[in-house]
């Protein structure tokens, strides 16, 4: 898991949005070793797709996540599929998906012939694609689940 570095045991000032939240304007942050480093406790993995399975252009594709550490999750997540294992990555989910709504940890997305990716659009029939779930803001590796196999978009069934 990687961390992020802080001075060891020191007391630092919180965000707005965590005062927003009823936190006070200080919290105390214990290093998890002598290297002064602070990690958070949350790990995400994708459980759904497993990878290899193929879907058709209109099928509902199930993208389910968990949350260990539930204390330390992120507030919001991105759902994106990548088409070139992993060098682009495009939104399946228009914006971002709050740990308060009620598709959180389970979001169904109709797959899609094509999908916007930096701007352009991209064909997805005929292509073999990755799927990610991170956090909205500061994604870390341990918070950041991404299929090690890829899924395959076939068009759809005249």
Request: proline share 6%; hydrophobic share 40%.
């Amino acid at each position: 898991m990687q961390s992020n570095p802080i001075i060891k045991n020191r007391i630092i000032p919180l965000s707005v949005a965590a005062l927003l939240a009823g936190m006070s304007a200080y919290s105390l942050i214990a290093c998890d070793s002598d290297k002064g480093t602070a990690s958070s406790g949350a790990m995400v993995t994708l459980t759904s797709p497993k990878g290899g399975e193929t879907f058709k252009v209109g099928d509902s594709l199930r993208v389910k996540w968990s949350v260990k550490d539930v204390a330390d999750a992120p507030d919001a997540m991105d759902v994106e599929l990548s088409p070139d294992g992993g060098k682009s990555w495009g939104y399946i989910h228009s914006g971002s998906i709050s740990n308060t709504m009620l598709i959180w940890g389970n979001y169904a997305w109709a797959v899609k012939d094509s999908l916007l990716i930096n701007g352009a659009k991209v064909g997805l029939i005929g292509k073999q694609a990755l799927i990610r779930v991170k956090p909205y803001v500061n994604p870390q590796p341990a918070t950041t689940a991404t299929l090690s196999t890829a899924i395959n978009i076939t068009a759809p069934t005249p």
